[in-house]
């Protein structure tokens, strides 16, 4: 099958799965049967590579996935190849964390911008483990500079939440960032440019500052974690 069978089929494919070719001399996107050839031929290689064990069958596997017999995982159908050989996290579903270190809230940002889904827990039971926020804020001369990469947002946000637990206002450069519209290469997709994660950080001041003096409490956690979201 070179062809899948619906146009709904064919769109969820082109736009969710197929990734772009763009050092073919007419670049284009992936037909359906190369998005499950770059599957098994990652798969194939990691089991070869990480366990010495060699695919029986492939050509089996490979018939069954294109004809729609079988379904291997989606996650790993859009990100076989680079993107997955450099972080696993791309290869699951979903994924879930408490609130309860701020650390969460970074981590939640890398694993969404995996692709993953980020299920979490902002109970009291969790949140009251939180550090109380400084009473006081100081502006600082130092400056956050964020790097173009899923680390180096995470990274970014990291740093200005301990700077704000520490009752610090830094300020952050984001000229590093491939500008809303870009191509990634690794991962598929557009660059959303800096302006999301600008968002982000002032929405992050501010909610520390209408803390001051205590911890952030349920709704306030919730708050940032779906801001976090809505930039990814």
């Known amino acids: 099958m070179s062809n899948l069978p619906t146009d709904y089929q064919k769109f969820i494919h082109l736009s ?3 990734r772009w070719l763009g050092d073919l001399e007419v670049p284009r996107r992936e037909t359906w049967n190369e998005t499950v050839t770059r599957y098994l031929n990652f798969l194939e ?6 366990f010495n064990y060699k695919m029986p069958d492939r050509k089996r596997l490979e ?14 159908l859009m990100t076989a190849g680079p993107a997955l050989e450099k972080d696993n996290i791309s290869g699951y579903n979903c994924s879930y964390i408490p609130v309860d270190s701020p650390r969460a809230f970074d981590e ?3 694993v969404l911008m995996c692709g993953t889904g980020v299920g979490f827990s902002c109970e009291r039971n969790h949140v009251e483990k939180l550090s109380v926020v400084n009473e006081l804020f100081e502006e600082t001369e130092t400056t ?3 790097q173009d990469s899923k680390a180096g947002w995470a990274r970014g946000l990291r740093e ?4 704000l637990y520490a009752g610090q206002l830094p300020k952050w450069d ?3 960032l491939r500008p809303a519209g870009a191509r990634l290469k690794t991962f598929g997709g557009r660059s959303s440019g800096p302006a999301p994660l600008d968002e982000l950080f002032t929405f992050t001041v501010s909610l520390f500052k209408e803390a001051a003096g205590r911890k952030l409490n349920m709704l306030e956690c919730h708050d940032l974690v779906c801001k976090i979201a809505s930039v990814v």
């Open 144 to 146: 956050i500079i964020v």
């Open 174 to 176: 984001l000229s590093r």
């Open 108 to 110: 939640i940002l890398y």
């Open 16 to 18: 969710r799965y197929a």
């Open 63 to 76: 018939n069954a996935i294109l004809t729609l017999q079988i379904m291997p995982s989606m996650r790993a």
């Open 45 to 50: 290689n990691h089991l070869l590579d990480k």
């Open 160 to 163: 200005l939440i301990a700077f």
